[in-house]
C-alpha cells in the first residue's frame, strides 16, 4: 500500500523524546493525526524533502512542508536552474548539494520517528505547475 501525502510540519521525535520530562503540545496541531514508531524505507526516489516511511504495515511517500532541498538529479534541468538562483551558486552544485540533503535525512531518520499530519496532498512541482495552467 503507498500512499503519498503531505506534512503541514513534520517533527521528527526519536526513542529519547520518551525520556523527556513533558512534551507539550501546541495547541494549533491538536487535531493532526501522529503516527509513533515511523521507519525510513530506503528508495530511489528519496530525496531531502519527500522520502518513504512504513508505519503500521503500510508504507507511505511524506513530503515535508516548508522544506525545499535541493534537487539530486538533472533530470530537471529548469528547476535546477531556479534553485541555483535562488541560492545564488553555480547550477552545477544543486545536485551535489541535493545529495548531501539526502544523507542528512537518512541519518536524522535512523531511529524510529513520530510524524504528524493533516492529511494534505502535495504532489510537487509538476501538479502546481499544471494547476495553474
Not at 514508531?37 to 522520502?51: A, H, I, K, R, T
Not at 545564488?88 to 541519518?107: C, D, Q, S, T, Y
Request: with cysteine; charged share 20%; glycine share 6%.
Amino acid at each position: 500500500m503507498s500512499k503519498t501525502f503531505a506534512l503541514l510540519a513534520v517533527f521528527l521525535l526519536t526513542d529519547f523524546v520518551s525520556t523527556a520530562k513533558l512534551v507539550e503540545i501546541p495547541e494549533h496541531t491538536k487535531n493532526w493525526q501522529a503516527f509513533m514508531g515511523c521507519e525510513f524505507v530506503p528508495q530511489l526516489y528519496n530525496d531531502g524533502d519527500s522520502f518513504a516511511v512504513k508505519v503500521n504495515g503500510g508504507e507511505f511517500v511524506l513530503r515535508l512542508a516548508f522544506v525545499d532541498a535541493p534537487e539530486s538529479d538533472t533530470r530537471f534541468p529548469e528547476r535546477n536552474a531556479e534553485q541555483a538562483e535562488h541560492f545564488h551558486v553555480v547550477v552545477a552544485i544543486i545536485p551535489e548539494w541535493g545529495k548531501l540533503a539526502g544523507v542528512k535525512i537518512v541519518e536524522l531518520l535512523a531511529k524510529p520517528f513520530t510524524v504528524h499530519t493533516r492529511w494534505a496532498t502535495a504532489q510537487g512541482r509538476v501538479a502546481s505547475r499544471a494547476s495553474t495552467r
